[in-house]
Structures are given as structure tokens and as C-alpha cells.
């Protein structure tokens, strides 16, 4: 379980859903570790500024997890989280490992805009 206050993702299916009903989704797939708390953090704070965005986390470990770790834009990948951005359904951009606020609200504004 991840302790957070981000919306939490438990099962593939569920992502789908998500993906395919909201337009812009931000998730992170991480365990509750010194590289991923930060980047919760900075979504949780990021929630209520970036309305249009729907902010949510995964846990890494969870077998349901693979619909993650299993895309072509985290191959090579080393470092968790995984910070996955889908638009339309779609990933348009995807990082891993610790971000700062500004390379996140850079992401958030270069994809999905700032309203």
C-alpha cells in the first residue's frame, strides 16, 4: 500500500478506465522509498493548481503494475518512480526516477498546459 493522498490505481483495468475517461493523467508507479516520496509530494501539492490533470500513484510492486513496466517508453529505465503522462489515452512522456517540482510543473505544462 502506498501512503499517499493520491487517488490510488490497484489494477490494470482500473488504469485503462482512467485513461480512457480523462483526457490528462499523470501516474506515478512507485513504492514508498527515499527517490519516489519526493515526487508524491510534489503531485499532491501540484493537485489542486493543475485542475485539468488527474493525479494518481500505483504501487510498483503489485503484479497489476506490469501495464507499466511493461511499455516501451520505461524499457532502460533504472530508477523508480516511474512517472508515467498520458493524454488521450496515450503516454506522451514518461520519466523515472526522482524529479524536482519545476522538471514536473515543465512536463505538466509542456503536455497538458497550464490552465
Known amino acids: 500500500m502506498l501512503y499517499t493522498n493520491l487517488k490510488h490505481i490497484e489494477t ?7 485513461i480512457s475517461e480523462n483526457e490528462n493523467v499523470m501516474v506515478i508507479c512507485g513504492h514508498m522509498g527515499p527517490m519516489c516520496i ?4 510534489i503531485a499532491e501539492d ?11 500513484d500505483m504501487e510498483f510492486d503489485n503484479p ?13 529505465f533504472m530508477g523508480i ?3 508515467i503522462y498520458y493524454k488521450n489515452g496515450k503516454v ?5 526516477s526522482i524529479q524536482t517540482k519545476q522538471q514536473i510543473t515543465n512536463i505538466l505544462d509542456t503536455e497538458f498546459g497550464n490552465l
Open 38 to 41: 519526493p515526487v508524491y509530494g
Open 81 to 83: 518512480p516511474f512517472t
Open 12 to 18: 490494470a483495468s482500473e488504469l485503462q478506465k482512467i
Open 64 to 76: 497489476e503494475a506490469y501495464v507499466i513496466r511493461q511499455l516501451p517508453e520505461v524499457r532502460g
Open 46 to 56: 501540484l493537485e489542486n493548481e493543475y485542475i485539468h490533470v488527474k493525479f494518481y
Open 92 to 96: 506522451v512522456r514518461a520519466t523515472s
